[in-house]
């Protein structure tokens, strides 16, 4: 993951969405400029990796900023409804932190799967004028997806 965000330039907004099995947890400790206190359960071993991903890389990851109730914090929930984890996670660059306004779950979403759709509201402010010039829009995948 690591060799694809080194693509992205670092002045572009880049937004990472992933679903790594990481929990982040509530604590914060040595990560407080990338989460925040919001998150759910204790961190594990993926979220270690990815907090790391994300402090190394200057990314916030928004589910951990907006204070929530449980149900719209909790990405996955297991079929006899005992246990919640925060384990999918949507990350932009620090430096456009400001343009995130929410980011939480859509329990009612049908989206065929045992996850919930998890949302962030951005706010982008364009520049009023704008030249015609073409606009680049890359993307780009590992070869396994």
Same mark, same amino acid.
């Given at each position: 993951?690591?060799?694809?965000? &080194?693509?992205?330039?670092?002045?572009?907004?880049?937004?990472?969405?992933?679903?790594?099995? $990481? !929990?982040?947890?509530? @604590?914060?400790?040595?990560? !407080? @400029?990338? *989460?925040?206190?919001?998150?759910?359960?204790?961190?594990? &071993?993926?979220? !270690?990796?990815? $907090? +790391?991903l994300c402090a190394f890389n200057k990314s916030v =990851? %928004?589910?951990?900023?907006?204070?929530?109730?449980?149900?719209?914090? $909790?990405? #996955?929930?297991?079929?006899?409804h005992t246990t919640e984890n925060h384990i999918d996670h949507i990350c932009i +660059?620090?430096?456009?932190?400001?343009? *995130? !306004?929410?980011?939480? =779950?859509?329990? %009612?979403? &049908?989206?065929?799967? @045992?996850?919930?759709?998890? /949302? $962030? +509201?951005?706010?982008?402010?364009?520049?009023?004028? #704008? =030249?015609?010039?073409?606009?680049? /829009?890359?993307?780009?995948?590992?070869?396994?997806?």
């Amino acid at each position: 993951m690591q060799s694809i965000i &080194e693509k992205c330039s670092r002045k572009y907004l880049t937004i990472l969405m992933v679903d790594l099995n $990481a !929990e982040v947890g509530i @604590d914060n400790t040595r990560y !407080e @400029d990338i *989460m925040g206190r919001y998150g759910l359960g204790k961190r594990n &071993e993926n979220g !270690e990796r990815f $907090a +790391n991903l994300c402090a190394f890389n200057k990314s916030v =990851t %928004g589910g951990t900023i907006f204070p929530h109730k449980r149900i719209h914090k $909790a990405t #996955w929930i297991t079929p006899d409804h005992t246990t919640e984890n925060h384990i999918d996670h949507i990350c932009i +660059n620090k430096k456009f932190r400001k343009i *995130m !306004e929410n980011v939480r =779950t859509r329990r %009612g979403a &049908e989206v065929a799967s @045992d996850h919930h759709l998890l /949302v $962030a +509201n951005l706010k982008l402010k364009l520049k009023k004028n #704008w =030249t015609n010039s073409t606009t680049k /829009v890359q993307c780009s995948l590992p070869s396994r997806y």
